[in-house]
């Protein structure tokens, strides 16, 4: 990475005359976990004696069958001895007795005994889950394709990079960056407490029952249990049952119908709530967590920060590139705006659509109209034909999970040709071009199509760094017809445009009526001074959405947003990069010594992440320990030796100790090591011919 690159935080420290520089930020127990609380949570069991039918429907499902103790009935994959070798290492799978073992690699690079304790899903990959010191467990990189053999299943595969991690890694399946207790638990297990002791370095955590179950999307159970348990004369008089705070009635009494063209169907009432798709987003979203306690029907982002449409995860077009999970697909569609909700098409006890194949669209769009040649202009009942197919295309992840996107788009072959997006066509016709399928699609329909979504043109100039992108980026952040997910992707990005005209939105988008677009706003404030930051920033901190207080408390001196935004890093202080961020807002507020501690912590959890060493440096610089700040880069690139920032950064430090022949060898090292680096050589460069210039 090259110095100018990694540097990316709060801190800018004079290290150096004229050079300032911004500095980045045994054998398992076999016992299950201990449950959670038992007063709020009455657990699937009860519920089945007032709801057999929902009980039933959902006991066959992969929510019931999320993470299952390993046994004869749960695990799936062959333990007889077969091994696997990738990428250079062989792990064998074998029996004793009831229990089952994998040899494989350890955190220690040597090859050692897991037993599994939990299955993890069922299809089309059941994963298996170890235990390992300080009460973590661990996915396994090695799961079982439960795919029937004639579709290239029953059969081992590796989930791992290739080349895989080092065991040194955080991202080695033995690291703390894949532990289940923060990654997995609250999507495999209900009404899960992370537990995690910083102190100690180590997780207590607890779960009411494993699996996604009843509570987890109807929320804690005790007292609708108990209500309804009253006699009848009883509940007479109390006139109501009490019941769980998830009330998920937003389809209750609605009607969809179409308007007199055929084409334009409506809802009979609007929704006026995120109730469902918050429930659903808990688990179908890509996000981090910001605080303890989240139950079913409580809003999402009071416990969750979703990822927005950034370049990596998304195509400029926002469709799906990396697992994304479905949430933020799902809010730029046209259903979403129309009002649709996840149960509208997909039986939550089940988890099966409410119909098969194109009768599941056909409950609101006319299948005389849509369900045929006129309009698809396939083969009736070819894969062509299918609606899924030109408007939810798929796209496998962990090998063998094929994941339909739901932005539900028109095909767009034309934005292949301008953008160099995917586009629905080619996917099946492979051996055409884009410039081919578009031709197609403008014969079919007389037209090129212009679809919902309209922001692929502003988030590609600024995927390209064009120097127009934030004139069109404030134009998309701006469009209220623009859906929300999208005005707030184009506020986030304007961040790295700073300016007034980031600024300009940055006003109007914190006065917005939707959460995300006022947490986004707020991202752009980082790089403005603090009397215009405050004025915008202040009326956030009272803000009903957890996320935004937290957002605009960052950087700020207002001492209780402030304290909630410690407590939400503190609860994922297992994290390193909380840890960093904790840092960087301790030295944003001149706490140095508190931002040193973090810095310290995060240097000890992940040993090969620079960013520690590069602002524990910068801390000890501003107090002009220059050779504390020397020895802490020295003891960075003896486990990160090919971390150019590092390097640059020593070569620094040495220079300021007044050891400039030290120097000058450590920036010929470094640039004989990244030859082909143009930030690093000029870097070096730079500060080369400063260090011999005459004095």
């Known amino acids: 990475m090259a110095p100018r690159r990694a540097i990316r935080t709060v801190l800018a420290l004079a290290a150096l005359a004229g050079v300032v520089t911004l500095l ?52 799936l994959g062959r333990f007889d001895g077969v091994r696997l070798t990738h990428d250079g290492l062989t792990s064998t799978f074998v029996r004793r007795g009831d229990r089952y073992v994998v040899n494989t690699e350890g955190a220690d690079g040597r090859l050692q005994d897991f037993e599994v304790r939990f299955t993890f899903g069922v299809f089309p990959l059941q994963q298996y889950l170890v235990g390992l010191p300080g009460g973590r467990l661990q996915p396994l990189p090695l799961a079982w394709d439960a795919r029937p053999a004639t579709d290239g299943g029953q059969r081992w595969i590796s989930l791992d990079a290739v080349p895989r991690h080092a065991p040194a890694d955080d991202l080695h399946w033995t690291g703390r960056l894949l532990s289940w207790n923060y990654m997995c638990a609250d999507c495999h297990a209900t009404g899960v407490r992370k537990g995690y002791d910083a102190g100690r370095d180590l997780f207590r955590t607890t779960y009411a029952e494993r699996g996604v179950a009843c509570e987890a999307c109807h929320g804690p159970g005790t007292r609708h249990v108990a209500s309804a348990s009253r006699p009848a004369w009883l509940r007479r008089i109390t006139r109501s049952v009490d019941v769980p705070p998830a009330r998920l009635t937003e389809r209750r009494g609605v009607r969809w119908s179409t308007d007199s063209t055929g084409r334009i169907v409506r809802r009979s009432d609007p929704r006026t709530s995120e109730r469902e798709i918050g429930v659903c987003a808990q688990c179908h979203a890509r996000r981090s967590h910001i605080a303890e306690g989240y139950t079913a029907g409580a809003p999402f982002l009071d416990y969750y920060d979703p990822m927005l449409l950034v370049a990596g995860l998304y195509y400029p ?129 007389g037209h090129t199509p212009a679809g919902f979504q309209r922001f692929a043109g502003a988030f590609a100039a600024d995927d390209r760094r064009d120097a127009a992108a934030a004139d069109s980026l404030r134009v998309v952040a701006e469009d209220r017809t623009q859906p929300a997910i999208a005005r707030a992707s184009a506020l986030a990005r304007l961040a790295a445009h700073p300016g007034p005209v980031a600024f300009a939105a940055a006003e109007r988008g914190a006065r917005d009526a939707d959460p995300l677009v006022r947490r986004a706003a707020l991202d752009i404030l980082d790089g403005i001074a603090p009397p215009a930051r405050i004025a915008v920033a202040a009326p956030l901190l009272a803000d009903g959405t957890r996320i935004v207080r937290l957002q605009a408390a960052w950087g700020r001196d207002f001492a209780r947003a402030a304290a909630e935004f410690v407590e939400s890093q503190r609860y994922n202080a297992d994290r390193t990069q909380r840890r960093l961020t904790l840092g960087a807002f301790y030295a944003a507020r001149r706490q140095l010594d508190s931002a040193a501690t973090e810095f310290r912590v995060a240097m000890r959890l992940s040993p090969r992440d620079e960013v520690a060493y590069l602002n524990l440096a910068a801390i000890l610089v501003e107090r002009r320990r220059h050779a504390e700040a020397e020895g802490v880069l020295r003891e960075g690139l003896a486990r990160i030796p090919e971390s150019a920032a590092l390097a640059y950064e020593r070569a620094v430090a040495l220079a300021s100790l007044g050891r400039t022949g030290e120097a000058l060898r450590a920036l010929a090292t470094l640039r004989a090591r990244h030859p082909l680096d143009r930030d690093v050589q000029r870097a070096v460069a730079e500060l080369d011919a400063l260090l011999r210039r005459p004095r």
Not at 38 to 51: D, I, L, N, Q, V
């Open 24 to 75: 980045v930020l045994a054998r398992p127990k076999r016992a299950p976990l201990p449950a959670a609380d038992a007063a709020t949570f009455a657990g699937s069991a009860r519920c089945a004696g007032c709801h057999a039918p929902e009980h039933a429907a959902w006991a066959t499902s992969q929510h019931a069958m999320a993470m299952q103790v390993a046994h004869r009935g749960t695990v």
């Open 317 to 445: 077009d926002g469709q799906q590139r990396e697992e994304v999970y479905d949430h933020a697909s799902f809010l730029q569609s046209r259903m979403y705006a129309a009002g649709v909700t996840c149960a509208d098409c997909h039986e939550p006890h089940t988890q099966r659509l409410r119909r098969p194949g194109n009768q599941v669209c056909a409950r609101c769009h006319a299948a005389a109209r849509y369900d045929t040649d006129a309009h698809h202009f396939h083969a009736p009942r070819s894969a062509g034909a299918s609606c899924a197919s030109c408007h939810m295309p798929a796209t496998t992840y962990m090998q063998v999970d094929p994941r339909h996107d739901h932005s539900i788009r028109v095909p767009r072959p034309d934005l292949s040709l301008r953008l160099g997006v995917p586009n629905a066509c080619n996917r099946c016709h492979t051996d055409r071009d884009a410039r081919w399928a578009a031709e197609r699609v403008r014969t079919w329909y």
